[in-house]
């Protein structure tokens, strides 16, 4: 439907519906407006008197309240400054006890709002009873406040105003519970307005409060889901409607964005001034200009300009974020429970990702008597494993190599079911639910084919009562194991956002958008939205008594081309705590802004507890590829240690802007190396030490030293530091072990100047070659994938017989292509090289921005293949969260040549990740060398290693079955250390006595 045809549309049904308004209400007057979604939506974050004074300088009389975990400290505060300022307190946001006492006190009943609830049933019956059970509790609260209690919609079934009223009419009728009304907001209002006249007249007998903003059609589609009143197509047709509705009370004006608070008011004021006076047919006059708003007519950014270098140089060289004070820390509230420690429910443990386990048979006494108890082979193929398994009841649940899902005899090894999905399942998590609400227990993981997945445990079937049929599709696809809060089930998603669902029927809850959509916080920290950023592909925790899902992300893309991602790319590169239960951004840290070097925030979230001052706290800690661990309090988001940031470089690409600021963090200390110095190369054997030195004349290196089309850039990290593999910790000592790699990287950039050809044109016997050849690894536009190296620019860096060549012996993960006649390769060569087709006519097209593309993942190696710098190359680590400091490191993994030329244990490039026991241990695997072990946790000796059959590439468990405990490893090879590849899981144990 066009808007000319919406539009007629409504006003017909305004003649159909509307009743004679009362000309001389004043609906839109100052005196009848509520400033609502000013606190936590301040770019300006006001204190409480700065906020009071700024709506009582917009002569606005009253302010509906809403806040985060930050302004509970303030709660009081915020009501005296309303008192001194003759305010009215109208709303209160959701619910708190602190607040509801402080209203006790001051004798105060605002409006209390919160989310209507979307529950499922098989009949709208049972939602609507269940909607009002669900309800009743806090209505009565509110009720004995002697405040209204506003049923905020919000999107899912509980924002569909039919569905409002109807929980209402049951509250009111059933319950007594009259003071339950309905908090009506247009902006979670798009799929509304061509039946708002009858939606308004449904409602009406419950309204409590309108709240407006500007509205256009499918605006929430485009990216506009709010805009400044004045500024949408629809917005003087809303505002007849909601007057002639017969609607007589309060109107919200809405600040939900992150602007400057003042500005976006008065932009909404200035909007409805110019909007009110066309309701009785006046001229419109001049339509006011949005301070908020960008607008098409701002000048374009010089998107060729080169940083200035001096201006930077001129900055302080060092910022802070404070740490928080000891009485901010929030204390511990007792959970895990001890017992859960003795249990292995979830990938990496349990909801808290501490790959901690209390059991204790194994210990520094007996490591050494370790033997193999069973090992299981799949049989259905050959590939790598990377998922941590579940064991539950005696039963371990695992994916295997041939993309099947089974069930394993713990004790044994013996297979009792297996379960074919569609798409590879469970690549790096699976969740163990044991149900709740008449469900039973599930198993839940996602697939690669973007399916959600629930089974039955104790049969490998879908339950067919989720979602359709044992499934959920998944919008952006997950690889991590989701944590569940009473029935929210929260997945992150693989190629960005967070999706919640209900995990007894597969009903779609919310999604948080970890690249900010229009009129989200952060926003305006991109200046255009990629497809795939800020990914959550590192994985997730969940606290299950506070209701807190945490997150880390990845770097926004394209990867190295910052001059396509401008800003400070929130929420990529972030831990970001959400309200589990509304999908809501509780608070976020970043490490690096403005990332352009590919350096994800790789791991789980750890939640876990130390000791500061005396007092035991809660806290998250997130491990980095660059090698820091953020260590931050697990209710506000402060850092426990202070946080600096120095100064960083510039950028030389057209088109860059570079962050100003980086992390060079001091507590926790780092625990690997975060710039390649000349010192660190390599000194194996004098010849290689200078091969080496003769590299770097030719590079460029340097702490947080952007890429250039000059030289090769030189750094660490790319595999970490830390990996997806992540860390583990022991919450009784407050310690933290995590596995690193210590490997550099060269990389570098190429123009993209290649000339544009018809996509049209019939493809040449080159392109067809390639598209047989080349195209599953390096993309039909030769762009690359995945670690595979982008094709476009290759006549500037090779020849025909080097290409030629390495089509024949393959090279690191390339193979060897299949065998091609000289007239084919031939015309793949001149594919390639771009002669076998027409230059196209007409002079170059400059483009809007510079156009480069980034050569592909290249190690620094010596001439022997090994990393071309000084060991150790892989280690293990240990610090202490109570202080920060790094107790301890190790190598982990050796090279048998290097062992039998006498060279000292260098440790190897590994993808495995650590398990501590309470037992004293650190079981780890993950290196070249295909070995399991097994770490003095106190000192980090080495006590105990086992050959696998295949390299052990994903994190360990240990689970206890009939007395005894078990260890076990996924033991498949392959993966980003290459080698061969099988089948195993291998389990480990003392003898039988």
Same mark, same amino acid.
């Given at each position: 439907m066009n808007f000319s045809s919406l539009s007629s549309f409504l006003a017909a049904l305004l003649l159909l519906s509307a009743p004679v308004r009362a000309a001389e209400y004043q609906l839109f007057a100052r005196s009848n407006l509520v400033a609502w979604c000013i606190v936590p939506f301040d770019a300006k974050k006001r204190t409480p008197p700065e906020r009071a004074e700024m709506v @009582?300088?917009?002569?606005? +009389?009253?302010?509906?309240? #809403?806040?985060?975990?930050e302004h509970v400290p303030t709660f009081e505060q915020e009501i005296l400054e309303y008192q001194r300022r003759g305010l009215g307190y109208f709303a209160f946001w959701a619910s708190h006890e602190d607040a509801f006492k402080l209203f006790e006190k001051y004798k105060l009943h605002p409006q209390v709002w919160q989310t209507a609830t979307s529950p499922d049933a098989p009949t709208q019956e049972e939602r609507v009873k269940i909607a009002a059970e669900k309800t009743l509790k806090l209505a009565r609260r509110a009720q004995q406040l002697g405040s209204q209690y506003g049923l905020y919609n919000h999107g899912g079934w509980g924002g569909e105003p039919e569905n409002l009223v109807a929980v209402c009419r049951e509250l009111h009728q059933k319950h007594g519970a009259t003071n339950v009304g309905i908090v009506y907001n247009l902006h979670h209002g798009h799929d509304h307005v061509n039946r708002l006249p009858q939606a308004l007249a449904a409602m009406k007998p419950y309204l409590l409060c309108v709240n407006l903003n500007g509205m256009t059609r499918d605006g929430e589609k485009l990216g506009k889901k709010i805009l400044p009143l004045g500024s949408g197509e629809l917005d003087l047709l809303l505002l007849k409607i909601i007057r002639d509705s017969g609607y007589r009370g309060p109107i919200g004006i809405l600040?939900? &964005?992150?602007?400057?608070?003042?500005?976006?008011? !008065?932009?909404?004021?200035?909007?409805?001034?110019?909007l009110v006076p066309q309701l009785d047919g006046k001229p419109a006059g001049p339509r006011p200009k949005p301070r908020t708003l960008k607008t098409a007519s701002a000048p374009k950014p010089d998107y060729w300009a080169v940083e200035d270098a001096a201006a930077r140089a001129k900055l302080p060289l060092y910022q802070t974020i404070p740490a928080a004070t000891p009485a901010e820390l929030t204390p511990h509230n007792g959970w895990p429970a001890a017992e859960s420690y003795r249990t292995w429910t979830r990938s990496h443990g349990g909801d808290a990702n501490e790959r901690f386990s209390g059991l204790t048979q194994i210990s520094r006494a007996n490591v050494k008597q370790l033997e193999v108890a069973w090992t299981f082979h799949s049989g259905?193929? @050959?590939? /790598?494993?990377?998922? /941590? +398994?579940?064991?539950? /009841?005696?039963?371990?649940?695992?994916p295997t190599v041939g993309e099947n899902f089974v069930a394993i005899d713990a004790a044994t090894g013996k297979e009792l079911w297996r379960f074919k999905p569609d798409g590879r399942p469970a690549f790096r998590g699976i969740t163990w639910w044991p149900g709740r609400d008449g469900a039973g227990e599930r198993l839940f993981f996602a697939t690669e084919e973007n399916w959600l997945y629930a089974l039955d445990p104790k049969t490998g079937q879908p339950v067919e009562s989720f979602g359709e049929k044992g499934r959920v599709k998944l919008a952006l696809g997950a690889r991590v194991a989701p944590g569940i809060f009473g029935r929210t089930l929260v997945i992150a998603g693989f190629l960005k956002d967070v999706e919640a669902f209900d995990a007894v029927t597969g009903e779609h809850r919310w999604t948080f958008h970890t690249v900010p959509h229009e009129g989200e916080f952060g926003h305006d920290t991109w200046d255009q939205l990629p497809a795939n950023a800020a990914n959550c592909w590192g994985g997730m925790a969940l606290d299950a008594q506070r209701g807190i899902a945490y997150i880390t992300t990845g770097s926004p893309k394209p990867n190295f081309l910052g001059m396509l991602h401008r800003g400070d790319n929130l929420f990529a590169n972030c831990v970001v705590a959400i309200d589990a239960r509304t999908g @809501? !951004?509780?608070?976020?840290?970043?490490?690096?802004?403005? #990332?352009i070097w590919d350096l994800d925030m790789p791991a789980p979230p750890i939640l876990t507890t130390i000791t500061r001052d005396g007092k035991r706290v809660d806290v998250v800690a997130a491990v980095t590829k660059i090698g820091n661990t953020l260590l931050l309090d697990r209710v506000t988001g402060k850092p426990v240690f202070p946080f600096r940031l120095r100064r960083a470089p510039t950028s030389t690409l057209p088109g860059e802007i570079t962050s100003p600021y980086q992390p060079d963090v001091e507590l926790p200390q780092p625990f690997a190396r975060q710039e390649f110095k000349p010192a660190d190369a390599s000194e194996r054997t004098e010849e290689i030490r200078d091969r080496v030195l003769d590299q770097l004349k030719s590079a460029q290196f340097g702490w947080f030293l952007p890429l250039s089309d000059r030289k090769v850039t030189l750094f660490y990290n790319v595999h970490g530091g830390a990996e997806w593999t992540g860390a583990c910790a022991d919450p009784v000592r407050g310690r933290l072990y995590v596995t690193a790699n210590e490997v550099p990287w060269l990389m570098s950039l190429l123009v993209n100047d290649e000339p544009r050809f018809d996509p049209k044109a019939k493809p040449t016997h080159g392109e067809e070659i390639f598209r047989v050849t080349c195209m599953q690894c390096h993309g039909l536009d030769r762009m690359g994938v995945g670690v595979a190296p982008p094709l476009r620019g290759l006549r500037h860096r090779m020849k025909d017989a080097e290409v030629a060549e390495l089509l024949k012996t393959g090279r690191g993960l390339m193979p060897v292509a299949p065998p091609m006649s000289d007239e084919d390769l031939k015309a793949l060569l001149d594919f390639l090289f771009l002669r076998d087709r027409p230059a196209p006519k007409g002079p170059p097209v400059k483009p809007e921005r510079p156009q480069f593309v980034q050569t592909g993942w290249n190690r620094f190696l010596d001439a022997d293949g090994y990393p071309a710098c000084k060991p150790p190359w892989g280690t293990l680590n240990c610090l202490d969260l109570n202080s920060g400091k790094l107790l301890w490191k190790v190598p982990l993994g050796e090279y048998d040549a290097l062992k039998k030329q006498g060279v000292p244990k260098t440790g190897t490039e590994n993808f495995g990740g650590?398990?501590?026991?309470?037992?004293?241990?650190?079981?780890?695997?993950? &290196?070249? #060398?295909? @070995?399991?072990?097994?770490?003095?946790?106190d000192t980090g000796e080495e006590l105990w290693s086992a050959k696998l059959p295949w390299g052990g590439y994903a994190p360990p468990a240990t689970y206890e079955v009939g007395g005894r405990q078990f260890v076990v490893i996924s033991a498949t090879g392959g993966g980003k250390l290459g080698g061969p590849t099988g089948d195993a899981y291998v389990a480990f144990a003392l003898p039988k006595r």
């Open positions: @009582k300088r917009l002569g606005i +009389p009253a302010i509906a309240y #809403d806040w985060r975990a600040g939900h &964005t992150m602007n400057d608070a003042e500005e976006q008011l !008065r932009d909404n004021l200035d909007g409805l001034d110019w259905d193929g @050959k590939g /790598n494993i990377q998922c /941590n +398994p579940v064991i539950v /009841n005696g039963v371990m649940f695992v @809501k !951004r509780l608070w976020h840290f970043q490490e690096i802004r403005h #990332d650590a398990m501590v026991t309470a037992g004293g241990l650190v079981f780890a695997g993950g &290196t070249r #060398d295909e @070995k399991f072990r097994a770490f003095d946790a």
